[in-house]
């Protein structure tokens, strides 16, 4: 495997996986796994894709079954199919997101996953691409390696990198990662093993449906506003940042930076004029519930039935988190008066969210139909990366050791459960500056992915990614419109937080060692191997 330290290197062109846990560091040996492709085959399979299932044989236990007689092809042209599936677990659960185990103790609306399949057909190649909006606050590699095994079965004719799964970041679905310690004796719990095979057992059927559902259909696009979240970085007068910090105090000085307020919207319509599915993206993640107890997708939850019964039972409401590491849409100043306005209609947090959502795509809807598309050019590009890992300094280093000892005095005097949150969270630094000091800094494996739909673009990372690297991204791309979906699955290690270098400086929980393996260096990057996508993507024909 190529080093990282030149910009050259940074695509890691192998359609091979690196299986690690969430939290390691190091690959599996490579030893275990087929040699990487070259370059040039890399790009022939696996770049901008054509994709025919009548050039895939089945395969079955790894031995070739009978041959199956092909399917008719299809004609020319743009195919869409949808499905919406619940994924509420029917017993207890650990919920993550927070530095303290939380059990469910009932839902308040339901958590899902929906999905959008499309294809393009031209001169009889095929290009699938599947998009899936999930509700949790993010999924381990080991439901992505068992994901994408299950898939092949289910659907031989799919790559894999065709589908993403991106999380709406909300932090009352179902843990997807590791079983707390402190919840081992919880009657009931469905622990975390029981929760991938009984996500997989849903999601799998789900995804085939909507593949299997593909009609002829059109598109059409908007771009609507609404103010959904603020950048929750405190600055104060001494130069440092704190996240979700009291902005009455007299040395508040402002927000570390900007937000994004854009409601990005998709419609899909089949030959009766009919809305199949609506995909909507915004820069803000669903945790207005985050330390609550229910299972709930928050204010994804509120919108959906409100969309449902305005513009369809049937409709497939798809919800995308965009660049939003550093944002929340918890209130970070004049808090009283959008409480009071809340109170005046009614309307818990998440529920005024999704009043606001409802309104932008109201305000563009009817726009959006009068100007449905056909037969768009359709490009997908799937791109792992090795992104250069982040150093922590001896400045760095030293501050985790004082912050590490004083949650742990904390804690021992108090037993509260987040201040041992916190202890095990700055370990993770201290543990990887330990492991740096022998072995050097890693580089981190990822990918990014971006597909053209006609005038639009599409952009995955794995990333907690900042505002200002998906504002960097749409603003540099050739596309009409780009829609940027952070938190997309990967069958690598757990990605973290992508801060910018400003965001370092002000040195706030999203931005230190314990929340990153990638620093503003590997951000850049990402961006520009990004819009290098974007560009080669509109540079087709």
């Known amino acids: 495997m190529r080093s990282c330290r030149k910009r050259s290197s940074h695509l890691l062109l192998t359609t091979n996986y690196c299986l690690l846990s969430p939290y390691s560091l190091f690959p599996t040996p490579y030893s275990l796994f087929p040699p990487m492709t070259t370059r040039r085959s890399f790009l022939k399979t696996a770049a901008i894709s054509t994709l025919s299932a009548s050039a895939l044989s089945a395969q079955v236990n790894g031995e070739e079954s009978e041959k199956k007689e092909e399917p008719t092809p299809k004609p020319d042209g743009f195919y869409v199919g949808a499905a919406s599936v619940d994924i509420t677990p029917d017993r207890p659960v650990t919920l993550p997101g927070q530095h303290f185990t939380r059990v469910s103790n009932g839902v308040r609306t339901p958590v899902e996953a929906n999905i959008v399949a499309m294809e393009s057909v031209k001169d009889g190649v095929s290009t699938p691409v599947i998009y899936i909006s999930f509700d949790a606050v993010g999924v381990s590699y080991a439901l992505c390696r068992a994901f994408r095994e299950e898939l092949k079965k289910a659907l031989p004719e799919i790559n894999p990198e065709h589908v993403n799964l991106s999380c709406t970041h909300t932090h009352t679905g ?16 469905m622990k975390v093993p029981e929760i991938r ?31 959904l979240a603020f950048c929750r970085g405190c600055v104060f007068s001494d130069g440092t940042t704190v996240n979700n910090a009291d902005s009455s105090v007299p040395t508040f000085r402002g927000l570390e930076t900007q937000s994004d307020p854009d409601v990005n919207i998709l419609c899909f319509w089949n030959e009766k004029d009919e809305l199949i599915s609506m995909l909507i993206n915004v820069a803000c993640p669903s945790q207005c519930n985050e330390i609550t107890s229910k299972i709930d997708a928050d204010f994804w939850g509120d919108l959906r039935p409100q969309l449902k019964e305005k513009y369809g039972k049937d409709v497939v409401i798809l919800g995308f988190c965009g660049a939003a590491g550093d944002q929340t849409p918890g209130i970070r100043y004049r808090k009283e008066a959008e409480l009071r306005m809340e109170k005046m209609r009614g309307l818990d947090r998440a529920g005024e969210m999704a009043r606001r959502l409802l309104k932008a795509v109201d305000d563009v809807y009817d726009l959006i139909a009068s100007d449905k598309k056909s037969n768009p050019i359709v490009t997908f590009e799937y791109i792992p990366l090795e992104l250069p890992g982040r150093k922590i300094t001896d400045e760095e280093h030293e501050k985790d050791l004082k912050s590490l000892a004083e949650f742990q005095e904390k804690y021992e005097k108090t037993h509260i459960p987040r201040f041992k949150g916190r202890v095990d969270w700055l370990q993770l ?90 620093g503003p260096e590997g951000g850049q990057i990402l961006v520009d191997e990004t819009i290098a996508a974007i560009d080669r993507a509109f540079n087709s024909k």
Request: with cysteine; hydrophobic share 35%.
């Open 197 to 227: 095979e009984f996500t997989l057992s849903r999601l799998i059927p789900a995804v085939k449906k909507a593949w299997d559902s593909r009609v002829p259909a059109r598109y059409g696009f908007g771009l609507s506003f609404a103010t």
């Open 429 to 518: 630094g201290i543990n990887r500056w330990e492991r740096q000091q022998k072995e050097g800094v890693p580089p981190h494996k990822t990918f990014i992915s971006v597909m053209r739909l006609g005038e639009l673009a599409f952009c995955t990372n794995t990333f907690e990614l900042y505002v200002d690297y998906g504002i960097q991204i749409k603003g540099r791309s050739k596309a009409m419109q780009t829609f940027v979906f952070q938190l997309t699955m990967s069958p690598w290690e757990y990605s973290g937080y992508l801060p910018t270098a400003k965001g370092v400086k002000g040195g706030a929980y999203g931005a230190v060692p314990s929340s990153n393996y990638v």
């Open 174 to 189: 179902a843990n997807y990662y590791n079983d707390p310690k402190d919840a081992e004796d919880v009657p009931n719990l």
